[in-house]
Protein backbone atom coordinates (compact mmCIF):
# COMPACT_ATOMS: atom_id res chain seq x y z
CA UNK A 1 0.00 0.00 0.00
CA UNK A 2 1.07 3.72 -0.45
CA UNK A 3 0.57 6.78 2.16
CA UNK A 4 0.45 10.21 1.07
CA UNK A 5 1.89 12.12 3.64
CA UNK A 6 1.77 15.79 4.79
CA UNK A 7 4.81 17.21 7.03
CA UNK A 8 5.60 13.25 7.60
CA UNK A 9 2.52 12.50 9.10
CA UNK A 10 0.06 10.44 7.01
CA UNK A 11 -2.70 11.98 5.30
CA UNK A 12 -4.14 9.50 2.61
CA UNK A 13 -3.95 5.47 2.24
CA UNK A 14 -3.80 4.40 -1.01
CA UNK A 15 -4.63 0.72 -2.75
CA UNK A 16 -2.04 -1.14 -5.27
CA UNK A 17 -2.93 -3.37 -8.22
CA UNK A 18 -0.54 -6.32 -9.38
CA UNK A 19 0.13 -8.48 -12.58
CA UNK A 20 1.01 -11.41 -9.94
CA UNK A 21 1.69 -12.45 -6.56
CA UNK A 22 5.83 -11.28 -6.91
CA UNK A 23 5.21 -8.18 -8.44
CA UNK A 24 3.44 -4.77 -8.08
CA UNK A 25 1.94 -2.54 -10.74
CA UNK A 26 0.87 0.19 -9.47
CA UNK A 27 0.07 2.39 -6.11
CA UNK A 28 -2.74 4.76 -6.35
CA UNK A 29 -4.06 7.20 -3.84
CA UNK A 30 -7.30 9.72 -3.78
CA UNK A 31 -8.24 12.29 -2.25
CA UNK A 32 -8.10 15.74 -1.16
CA UNK A 33 -5.27 17.15 1.30
CA UNK A 34 -5.94 21.37 2.33
CA UNK A 35 -2.22 22.43 2.24
CA UNK A 36 -0.13 25.68 3.48
CA UNK A 37 2.57 27.61 2.17
CA UNK A 38 5.95 25.30 2.92
CA UNK A 39 3.77 21.69 3.58
CA UNK A 40 5.75 18.75 2.51
CA UNK A 41 4.03 16.23 0.88
CA UNK A 42 5.90 12.99 0.29
CA UNK A 43 4.80 9.01 0.08
CA UNK A 44 5.69 5.97 2.03
CA UNK A 45 5.39 2.28 0.40
CA UNK A 46 4.48 -0.64 2.28
CA UNK A 47 5.49 -4.03 1.15
CA UNK A 48 3.95 -7.45 3.30
CA UNK A 49 3.83 -11.31 3.45
CA UNK A 50 7.88 -11.21 3.85
CA UNK A 51 8.31 -10.05 0.73
CA UNK A 52 11.31 -7.24 -0.71
CA UNK A 53 10.82 -4.22 -2.90
CA UNK A 54 12.64 -2.04 -5.12
CA UNK A 55 11.21 1.64 -5.74
CA UNK A 56 12.36 2.41 -8.84
CA UNK A 57 15.69 0.14 -9.17
CA UNK A 58 15.74 0.65 -13.12
CA UNK A 59 16.15 3.95 -15.31
CA UNK A 60 12.93 3.09 -16.65
CA UNK A 61 11.17 2.69 -13.49
CA UNK A 62 12.59 6.23 -12.27
CA UNK A 63 11.33 7.67 -15.32
CA UNK A 64 7.47 6.43 -15.09
CA UNK A 65 7.50 6.73 -11.30
CA UNK A 66 5.14 9.86 -10.47
CA UNK A 67 3.71 11.91 -7.85
CA UNK A 68 0.86 13.97 -9.65
CA UNK A 69 -1.32 16.14 -8.00
CA UNK A 70 -3.79 18.88 -9.34
CA UNK A 71 -3.51 22.23 -7.19
CA UNK A 72 -6.93 23.84 -7.19
CA UNK A 73 -6.58 27.28 -5.08
CA UNK A 74 -4.89 30.25 -4.86
CA UNK A 75 -1.44 30.92 -4.87
Known sequence: MIDICVNGSAQLRGICTAEDA??????????????????IVSTEVYVSASRTA??????????????????????
Open 54 to 75: DFASGTWQQDTCVLSLNWTGRF
Open 22 to 39: SYQDTAFASGLLLLNAGD
